[in-house]
């Protein structure tokens, strides 16, 4: 695209009154107005001609793979001619989806003879798919007196998720509380049913352990040591419906729920556990299979980072049986979801008693303080009776379903927002410690 500039535009009415005065004074030289004209229109070619073509234009727009809620990265651009003149500057714009932050004015860049290098900074405050739209780049003649405009598709993905380095200290942290890595011995040993070793009875120690047989054998009584098995496969599957992208405390359920996933995941790979993540709400939409090892994290990052907020119902049959066709082994189950009617509650029960039948199932829960709050409080107008009465008989519905998904034999979590991330952990290192994955 070329325009004219501001400068152009006066150029050319600064000369119409001149025109219309000479006219009006010596009509015979009334050709004085079509002549500046043209003159005008002469100037702005040769500025078009010598401003820098804009096939020549080339830029590259690097964008960081993952970012996160509330830190700042940056967008590096980096913009050259590749022969002819070159404007001595450029302005520089980046297209890109609203929950980046970015701004819309006009940066200026001075173009030197091997280009330019910028970086553009973002600040997301939304967890989501963000994606960069296009890159707006312009410049003027030598004169002044034209435009060049071009823009730049780019379609480049950057996923916007939580901070993962305080979710990996946080995991650590709570995961080194049980010594289950590091560089104490009894992590590998001690618990599990995975044999190891044999060593000499101790006092105090469990005497079921002892192997008879090569107690006889070595004359001296000796016990069996264990250790932690692993590769059992963990998958996470996340309720991204309507339900849980209602905020609580401030911040969305389905937030806190990959917070909390991400925090289980890296301890699962860093135990040597395999770890998949699964969201649905109407239908599937994000499905990793299961990966080993702590440098799958970053995929597992990015993938729920794709996980977008749904203002749609969550269909748990479809869901959870495509989450159990796609599974090969028997798997520990986390579904992080919430339900708000008894009919919902139904179909949810149905299909995980299905699930129950191959695989093993915990469920994580989040408590909503606001409504335990209201069904507390004490009453002071009519209002406050209704309020209490209405929350109160949710709050024993919601207790109805747990109390029922813990006598099929689901495991649950029913934790604050605050302490679910913990209780979720706590919850994995006791399964395993019982050996029940």
């Known amino acids: 695209m070329i325009y004219p500039t501001r400068?152009?535009?006066l150029l050319l009415a600064a000369g119409a009154p001149v025109a219309l005065l000479i006219g009006v004074l010596h009509p015979a030289l009334w050709l004085a107005g079509p002549g500046w004209i043209l003159v005008v229109f002469s100037l702005l070619l040769a500025d078009t001609v010598l401003a820098g073509s804009r096939h020549r234009f080339q830029a590259v727009v690097d964008a960081p793979p993952y970012v996160a809620i509330g830190s700042?990265?940056?967008?590096?651009?980096?913009?050259?001619?590749?022969?002819?003149?070159?404007?001595?500057?450029?302005?520089?714009?980046?297209?890109g989806d609203p929950r980046l932050g970015l701004a819309l004015k006009p940066v200026r860049l001075p173009l030197s003879a091997g280009g330019v290098q910028t970086r553009f900074e973002v600040t997301p405050e939304r967890r989501g798919q963000a994606i960069l739209n296009r890159l707006w780049a312009r410049w003027r003649g030598p004169l002044g007196l034209v435009w060049k405009q071009l823009d730049q598709p780019l379609d480049l993905a950057m996923p916007i998720g939580p901070n993962i380095q305080g979710v990996k200290d946080e995991a650590v942290r709570l995961f080194a509380r049980d010594a289950m890595f590091?560089?104490?011995?009894?992590?590998?040993?001690?618990?599990?049913?995975?044999?190891?070793?044999?060593?000499?009875?101790?006092?105090?120690?469990?005497?079921?352990?002892?192997?008879?047989?090569?107690?006889?054998?070595?004359?001296?009584?000796?016990?069996?040591?264990?250790?932690?098995?692993?590769?059992?496969?963990?998958?996470?599957?996340?309720?991204?419906?309507?339900?849980?992208?209602?905020?609580?405390?401030?911040?969305p359920r389905i937030d806190r729920a990959i917070n909390a996933s991400l925090i289980l995941a890296y301890v699962c790979l860093k135990n040597g556990d395999r770890a998949g993540l699964f969201a649905f709400d109407a239908k599937p939409r994000v499905v990793s299979g299961a990966v080993s090892g702590v440098g799958?994290?970053?995929?597992?990052?990015?993938?729920?980072?794709?996980?977008?907020?749904?203002?749609e119902e969550t269909n748990y049959t479809l869901g959870l049986t495509s989450l159990a066709g796609d599974l090969q082994r028997r798997s520990l189950i986390v579904v992080f979801t919430e339900f708000t009617d008894s009919t919902n509650a139904e179909l949810?029960?149905?299909?995980?008693?299905?699930?129950?039948?191959?695989?093993?199932?915990?469920?994580?829960?989040?408590?909503?303080?606001?409504?335990?709050?209201?069904?507390e409080a004490e009453p002071a107008e009519a209002e406050d009776v209704s309020r209490a009465v209405v929350a109160?008989?949710?709050?024993?519905?919601r207790e109805v379903v747990i109390n029922r998904l813990r006598r099929m034999g689901v495991h649950v979590v029913d934790a604050p927002v605050e302490?679910?991330?913990?209780?979720?952990?706590?919850?994995?290192?006791?399964?395993?410690?019982?050996?029940?994955l």
């Open 7 to 9: 400068r152009a535009v």
């Open 72 to 95: 700042t990265a940056g967008i590096d651009v980096r913009a050259r001619f590749t022969a002819g003149a070159r404007p001595p500057e450029i302005e520089a714009v980046l297209e």
């Open 182 to 251: 590091g560089v104490k011995a009894q992590i590998e040993t001690g618990e599990g049913s995975e044999f190891h070793a044999l060593r000499d009875f101790q006092r105090g120690m469990d005497r079921r352990t002892v192997d008879w047989k090569q107690s006889a054998r070595h004359t001296a009584l000796l016990a069996k040591e264990f250790r932690t098995e692993r590769n059992h496969q963990i998958v996470l599957a996340i309720d991204t419906g309507r339900v849980m992208c209602e905020p609580v405390k401030g911040q």
């Open 296 to 311: 799958a994290f970053p995929m597992l990052q990015r993938l729920a980072a794709r996980v977008d907020y749904s203002a």
């Open 348 to 375: 949810m029960i149905e299909n995980v008693g299905r699930l129950l039948r191959r695989h093993l199932v915990l469920f994580v829960l989040m408590r909503d303080e606001e409504l335990e709050t209201l069904a």
């Open 392 to 397: 109160g008989a949710l709050l024993r519905e």
């Open 419 to 436: 302490r679910m991330g913990p209780e979720l952990l706590n919850a994995y290192l006791d399964l395993k410690r019982r050996d029940l």
